[in-house]
């Protein structure tokens, strides 16, 4: 078992946004998917972390919500960057967030909690993906602005990790190329001298 599941981390691939398509995960395997997101590390069990499903109508509505934000922001948007607006979220059938949602703690940093979202997006995309299911993880403009943030439905203490565009993928998700993992590891060789 150990060795399928190496074979299985070596080969994640991201799959592209548009050509996700239904069905969307189930219920039930939402479900699953974030029971496995929620085992992370997480010091102090604090669960920083939170899940937002865009899915159905809503996704249209929050296109048309950005669409109009990003008109305020920069004036009139050209038809293609307006169109582009409009489909933020609605290119796969599901989008689940992943909110940065920190608690108040006096011995855990703010940061910690953050990685901890990440650990969970990341076991988000790997049991949608162990499940059948197509991933791919951004964040975009809409993520850095207050009012992104907030037309997305979070508070204004929280952050986005990222938006996880989840669907049904046909075929082998296109191969990119990957870092020489040698070069990125070194025995310790003593502290920092610049």
């Not at 699953?32 to 069990?45: E, L, Y």
Request: charged share 20%.
């Amino acid at each position: 078992m150990a060795s399928s599941i190496i074979d299985f981390l070596l080969t994640r691939n991201s799959a592209p946004i548009p050509e996700l398509k239904e069905p969307a995960p189930s219920d039930a395997d939402i479900a699953t998917m974030i029971a496995a997101a929620s085992r992370v590390p997480d010091h102090g069990r604090l669960e920083p972390w939170r899940f937002i499903l865009y899915r159905g109508e809503a996704r249209v509505e929050i296109g048309k919500k950005l669409a109009a934000l990003a008109a305020q922001r920069e004036g009139p948007l050209p038809e293609g960057r307006h169109n582009q607006e409009l489909a933020r979220f609605s290119r796969a059938p599901l989008v689940i967030g992943v909110v940065s949602s920190p608690k108040e703690n006096p011995k855990i940093p703010q940061w910690e909690m953050f990685l901890s979202g990440g650990m969970a997006a990341m076991n988000l995309m790997l049991s949608a993906n162990a499940l059948g299911y197509g991933t791919n993880m951004i964040s975009n403009w809409y993520s850095d602005v207050p009012e992104g943030r907030a037309i997305l439905g979070l508070a204004p203490h929280e952050r986005v990790v990222g938006f996880i565009h989840i669907g049904t993928y046909q075929g082998p998700a296109p191969e990119r190329p990957r870092p020489d993992p040698a070069k990125l590891y070194a025995d310790y060789a003593g502290p920092w001298v610049g």
